[in-house]
């Protein structure tokens, strides 16, 4: 149950993704381009989320020394900072 | 082609709420019957233009608070009493400076906004592109 | 750096934004009248709650419903996207 959960978000996260890069890709938009960046890194952190929780269920992951609750967090800090950005400077 | 001359609250309604001159003459059109609605069917034979594209146009029209729709059809409808006003100005400027009206619709800078809710439309038929050309 | 504190510095980053984000949809969809921002403004909105939850609670039971939250805010986009394609839209 919970797996599905995390799968779906990782699945409609990168839907966002795709769709704005096609539209990214035909209009040049760079609005497009930043909630594109900002939907690949909030695929990333849900892909991570499922890692984490998924694959290695019992164990506290790192990576780099980097513990994936905070890699994670950076991932969806990293795509809104990006939107956030592209909507201030470019909408 | 001086652009100057036409006034500012007409300049700011056509860069908000017109994005072609299809839209523009639905609008004049249903604003010179305030009344009455009218079928896009209707409105698409007296323009004279495709029904698809005037019904998209209506429907925007309708969206942006400037037409009502019901099941008799759009009928001329605008928010407020300074909107109706501009588009009385709208209206007269455009029986004298066509030209310069609809030069101003196209060469509106793409809205950025407009372009991020576009990208989620997955049919082909919203783009410009003709049919059977292949999308970048 | 698995410190928890700067857990909850990212997390309070990424729930503002998700609060700013919100708000600039929430006006693009007063000036457009176009309902898919209003959508993202909610989703962005929903998202910026669910991470506020995910700071504060500890309990994993509760934290997986969190997610199914985070997954409301997804669904509502998906649902957002169906309508855009439903309804004979403009060309702009």
């Known amino acids: ?91 | 082609m001086a652009a100057e001359d036409i006034p500012q609250n007409v300049v700011s309604f056509l860069a908000e709420h017109i994005d072609s001159v299809v839209q523009l003459e639905a609008l004049l059109l249903l604003h010179a019957n305030p009344r009455q609605p009218k079928p896009a069917a209707d409105v698409a034979r007296e323009l004279r233009i495709d029904p698809n594209w005037t019904e998209a146009a209506l429907a925007k029209l309708a969206q942006s608070g400037l037409l009502e729709s019901s099941a008799a059809g759009y009928r001329y409808a605008p928010r407020s009493a300074e909107l109706d006003q501009t588009i009385a100005a709208m209206a007269r400027e455009y029986q004298t400076r066509r030209v310069t009206i609809i030069s101003m619709i196209f060469s509106k800078p793409p809205d950025p906004i407009r372009q991020f809710a576009d990208a989620f439309r997955l049919r082909k038929d919203d783009r410009t592109e003709r049919p059977g050309e292949e999308a970048r | 750096m698995t410190n928890p504190l700067v857990n909850q510095f990212l997390l309070g980053a990424i729930v503002a934004c998700c609060l700013v984000a919100g708000l600039f949809f929430l006006r693009f969809y007063t000036r457009t009248h176009d309902r898919l921002l209003a959508i993202f403004a909610i989703a962005f909105w929903i998202l910026g709650l669910n991470w506020l939850a995910l700071a504060f609670i500890e309990k994993d039971e509760v934290r997986t419903w969190l997610y199914a939250v985070r997954l409301l805010a997804f669904l509502l986009i998906i649902l957002g996207i169906l309508d855009k394609n439903r309804t004979p839209g403009p060309r702009t």
Request: glycine share 6%; net charge positive.
């Open chain 1, 1 to 91: 149950m919970a797996e599905t959960v995390y799968v779906l978000c990782t699945a409609t996260s990168l839907l966002c993704a795709v769709l704005l890069a096609r539209g990214y890709l035909r209009t040049r938009a760079r609005l497009l381009l930043w909630s594109c960046l900002c939907f690949v890194f909030l695929s990333l952190n849900n892909a991570l989320l499922l890692i984490d929780k998924v694959v290695f269920p019992e164990v506290d992951i790192a990576f780099a020394n980097i513990g994936f609750g905070v890699l994670r967090s950076i991932m969806a800090l990293a795509g809104l900072l990006l939107l956030v950005f592209g909507l201030v400077w470019d909408a």
